[in-house]
């Protein structure tokens, strides 16, 4: 259907499977980490392989690494627990030794909700590049910030690490490609970190192969715990030497683990049955946000996949409404047992996922009654 002042169709996304029945009894819009297995996904589970990973044992583990490495075309890959190890991981196996800068896009969940594990794992000096909306790390405003080994006084720059999609925004790929450009004519050659965790709703929005990804960046970490629905999990990908690292350091971190065969088929299992879904997210956070407009609400971002950014607090203000966002968020729960997330500003951030379709319209529902 569409809606007279909406152009933008709104259609129900088909279900991706059956629910189990022990699913919380509520629509979590606060992030696509909520997730949880369906029972499609859990069959996949119980008939996994029980293998040992620490002893390279592990069957549907390293069939799961060998399938994403070949889908970034990379040598190898090492499934770990969560994103932010995947991400520390690859860092410090880039980092060998202080001194060392890191350069990073100042909103990059490396520098802003990684507890500062960068500096504190590798001893390395972080140097956050801030830029105005819509504008992303390129070669322009990297290369002010890149140190060399001439100058006994400063940390001369040995990585950078970029993220995409960022903030449910697309990085455009000409931005990896003019980063690449650079990071191959430095001497040495700087490596690039490509925090990936919702990579895939960049693939899916637009279309560019996983692999061309691959091609423009030295590492790539990617989540399963978050729009592809697993319950726990990512993956690094990169050289078979880089990689031996990366077991190295998880090792070091603590992060070997024993019979990791169901969560990597639940993995393997997201992959093929979940990704090619990710478009129905992405129409369904277009089709909201279009909505959302028409009421006269403001957002703060571009809705390119899965999250819409509503800037409540000063929509309400510019719309002569008494509420808050504070308030928005209380009756959403109390009215329609829909959970979001809002942060000091009063902005709302709304991430579609496979088990939250159904709110959308009452997110709508609740807000038209404040507009």
């Known amino acids: 259907m569409k809606d007279a002042q909406n152009p933008v169709a709104y259609t129900l996304p088909p279900a991706r499977g059956t629910d189990p029945p022990n699913a919380p009894g509520y629509i979590d819009f606060r992030s696509d980490t909520v997730t949880y297995p369906t029972m499609e996904m859990f069959q996949a589970m119980i008939h996994s392989s029980m293998g040992d990973d620490v002893y390279g044992e592990e069957t549907d583990t390293i069939a799961l690494e060998e399938q994403v490495a070949k889908l970034f075309g990379k040598e190898a890959g090492c499934f770990v ?11 410090r196996s880039h980092v060998a030794h202080p001194p060392a800068s890191i350069i990073v896009d100042a909103r990059c969940h490396v520098w802003a909700w990684e507890a500062g594990a960068t500096s504190y794992h590798t001893g390395a000096q972080m140097v956050p ?3 105005p909306a819509g504008s992303y790390l390129d070669a322009d405003s990297v290369s002010p910030f890149i140190r060399d080994y001439s100058n006994y006084h400063i940390a001369p ?12 925004e697309v990085v455009p790929i000409a931005n990896l490609q003019s980063l690449y450009n650079l990071s191959r004519a430095s001497k040495p050659v700087i490596p690039i970190h490509l925090d990936g965790a919702r990579l895939w709703n960049a693939h899916v929005a637009t279309g560019v192969p996983l692999a061309d990804y691959g091609k423009l960046v030295d590492s790539i970490s990617v989540c399963f715990s978050k729009g592809l629905g697993t319950m726990m999990g990512s993956c690094v990908v ?14 070091i971190f603590g992060g070997g683990w024993r019979q990791s065969g169901p969560l990597a088929a639940a993995a393997s299992y997201a992959i093929d049955h979940h990704l090619p879904l990710l478009k ?11 909505e959302l407009v028409s009421l006269g ?12 950014w509503i800037d409540l607090e000063n929509s309400f203000k510019r719309l002569g409404v008494k509420s808050t966002a504070k308030d928005f968020q209380n009756k959403l729960w109390e009215e329609e047992k829909v959970k979001v997330g809002v942060d000091a500003r009063g902005v709302a951030r709304v991430i579609i996922h496979g088990q939250n379709h159904a709110g959308v319209q009452k997110i ?8």
């Open 129 to 131: 590049v801030y830029l």
């Open 81 to 91: 627990l969560t994103g932010t190890m995947a991400n520390q991981l690859a860092i």
């Open 238 to 251: 990169g050289t078979k030497d880089f990689i031996d690292n990366v077991r190295r350091y998880r090792k």
């Open 157 to 168: 720059t040995k990585l950078i690490c970029v993220e995409n999609t960022l903030d449910g």
């Open 364 to 371: 709508i529902r609740v807000l038209k009654s404040f507009s």
């Open 297 to 308: 609400f403001s957002l703060t971002r571009r809705v390119d996949t899965n999250m819409v």
């Open 280 to 290: 129905h997210e992405h129409a369904l956070a277009s089709y909201l946000g279009a």
